[in-house]
């Protein structure tokens, strides 16, 4: 009896081995898709922009789509979610162009046309946001830039190693550590017990990725974003709840202020909130990117 009750938790260990390693695989694999193709009625110029890697695929470019604006209208960079890619922000790039903004629209690595062996959870797209800002310095030299971040594109943005020189900055649900946006998911998904896998999960980044967790939470480095902050959040995000995103507004520098969406959940947020979303993102960045003298 004593033995097959210890094949029997060997087996068990094995499984939730097996199905942790399977759960990091799927959550840092790459996501290519191929997405010049894809109609839009927005006009977009294709941009490839190089990433400074630090003799990591040196030969590798953020690909995305440039729409250009009034002069003097301010430039933003718009950045999507995790396992998504540049199409995400069509929307709000278009929204953004009939108000006269130029917009900047980028494949994250591993992510779309951008290559990559791997999702690192903000760390190394944390080096495309930063390429892609000193880009459209370069390019519209004089303009106020601002970004939007969603999830992923958010954490990239507030991971930024060196100071991004951001006029306004938009960050939509946004996790404030590592350790709670994987509890927050395994339980969504595997209920009560689901956390209980976070620590093979996190052991897996550090091992996969060569990265500590630690240097993969926002709060650690939100008081650093030394620009104007929006942050946005929804009632009924499960993935991100509004306690967490709490704890980022406190941590954060002002100027800043905070939009809880009623009803609104961890998904686009654009799409979600319509109408109010682009008056209030338009009011954020109209004060900053043109009205101020």
Do not use: C
């Not at 704890?247 to 654009?270: S, T």
């Not at 109408?275 to 009011?283: F, G, L, V």
Request: no cysteine; hydrophobic share 45%; glycine share 10%.
């Amino acid at each position: 009896m004593r033995r097959w009750i210890l094949i029997g938790l060997f087996s068990f260990i094995a499984a939730l081995l097996l199905a942790a390693l399977g759960v990091g695989e799927l959550l840092s694999g790459s996501v290519p898709t191929a997405v010049n193709t894809l109609s839009t009625d927005l006009p977009v110029e294709p941009v490839r922009i190089p990433v400074n890697s630090d003799g990591r695929d040196a030969d590798a470019n953020i690909h995305g789509w440039l729409t250009r604006g009034v002069r003097g209208r301010g430039m933003v960079l718009l950045v999507h979610s995790i396992r998504s890619n540049r199409v995400e922000m069509l929307s709000r790039a278009r929204f953004l162009n009939e108000q006269g903004y130029g917009a900047l629209l980028i494949d994250l690595q591993a992510h779309g046309e951008t290559p990559g062996d791997r999702i690192t959870f903000g760390a190394r797209e944390a080096e495309n946001v930063e390429a892609a800002i000193d880009y459209l310095r370069n390019t519209f030299p004089g303009e106020r830039i601002g970004a939007i971040g969603v999830s992923l594109g958010a954490a990239a943005i507030v991971l930024a190693k060196h100071p991004l020189r951001l006029d306004a900055v938009v960050l939509e649900s946004l996790h404030p550590t590592i350790r709670e946006a994987v509890e927050n998911r395994l339980r969504l998904h595997l209920g009560r017990l689901g956390p209980m896998l976070a620590p093979l999960l996190l052991f897996q980044i550090s091992l996969r990725l060569n990265i500590s967790p630690e240097e993969l939470n926002p709060i650690n480095r939100i008081g650093d974003l030394n620009a104007p902050l929006m942050l946005v959040s929804g009632t009924d995000d499960r993935h991100t709840p509004v306690a967490e995103t709490q704890r980022l507004f406190d941590a954060a520098r002002r100027p800043k202020e905070i939009w809880i969406v009623p009803g609104g959940g961890h998904f686009n947020m654009h799409t979600y909130a319509g109408k109010e979303y682009e008056n209030r993102i338009s009011d954020f960045l109209g004060w900053y990117l043109h009205k101020q003298p």
